[in-house]
């Protein structure tokens, strides 16, 4: 499978500020690109997905931005809480049929009171 | 109710024994998923199953063997445990249309420890 590569792999953001966590990936047939969010003792969930149709996706807090020409997928967390502390991880798959998704390593966010 | 079950949530056994997994999901989805998910939180999917028919089977050692009585089901069996088996398992299940994969719903993990 191909590699999706995550970074960084843990950071730590002070309450109100901005987490950003970046993704790249390799083959160009991916199109669908999913955040999971894990919390500990739990499995992982969906959180938001794109499709590169688009250049961003906005639901409350959390956007995704897509540069396809780059093949760099973003999470962005505005206004950080401590609630969402967990681990992210980006994903992506291709579109048809049985392709699974190919996660990357995770982030670790600490969102500090 | 639980979307994605598994049972059991903890398993600690010694080097050698055989252990088993169970799944069961509630969600109508036709497709179901191993994750194996190591100390360092990396996810790396096992074995995927549609309608009861293996569809993925990823470099896995054939000491794992899953089975799929039918769609709401997929266990793992776990033969001559290793430490390096040890680690969090994850089911997961989707439904799949001709346009993808569809969102995964995981399950809460199983934590098999092997001493």
């Known amino acids: 499978q191909q590699q999706v590569k995550q970074s960084p792999q843990s950071l730590i953001v002070q309450k109100g500020g901005i987490s950003i966590i970046n993704c790249a990936y390799e083959n160009t047939a991916f199109d669908y690109f999913p955040w999971y969010q894990q919390f500990p003792g739990k499995g992982p969930a969906l959180l938001i997905a794109?499709?590169?149709?688009?250049s961003e996706k906005k639901e409350g807090r959390f956007t995704i931005s897509f540069n396809k020409s780059a093949k760099q997928f973003s999470l962005h967390i505005m206004d950080s809480q401590p609630g969402d502390s967990a681990t992210y991880f980006c994903?992506?798959?291709?579109?048809?049929?049985?392709?699974?998704?190919?996660f990357g390593k995770g982030t670790m966010l600490l969102v500090s009171p | 109710d639980t979307a994605v079950s598994q049972t059991p949530k903890y398993l600690v056994t010694q080097m050698g024994n055989d252990k088993s997994i169970k799944c069961e999901q509630n969600?109508?989805?036709?497709?179901m998923y191993w994750y194996k998910q190591d100390s360092k939180k990396f996810l790396k999917i096992m074995f995927s199953?549609?309608?009861?028919?293996?569809?993925i089977n990823e470099t896995v050692p054939n000491r794992f063997s899953p089975k799929s009585p039918d769609k709401a089901h997929l266990n793992l069996h776990i033969n001559s445990l290793e430490l390096g088996d040890s680690a969090v398992y994850f089911c997961?299940?989707?439904?799949?249309?001709?346009?993808?994969?569809?969102?995964?719903?995981f399950g809460e993990g199983s934590r098999l420890t092997v001493l």
């Open positions: 969600l109508g989805h036709d497709t």
């Open positions: 997961a299940s989707s439904q799949t249309t001709v346009l993808n994969t569809g969102e995964l719903f």
């Open positions: 199953y549609n309608n009861k028919e293996l569809i």
């Open positions: 994903a992506a798959s291709k579109g048809s049929g049985y392709s699974t998704l190919t």
């Open positions: 794109i499709r590169p149709d688009v």
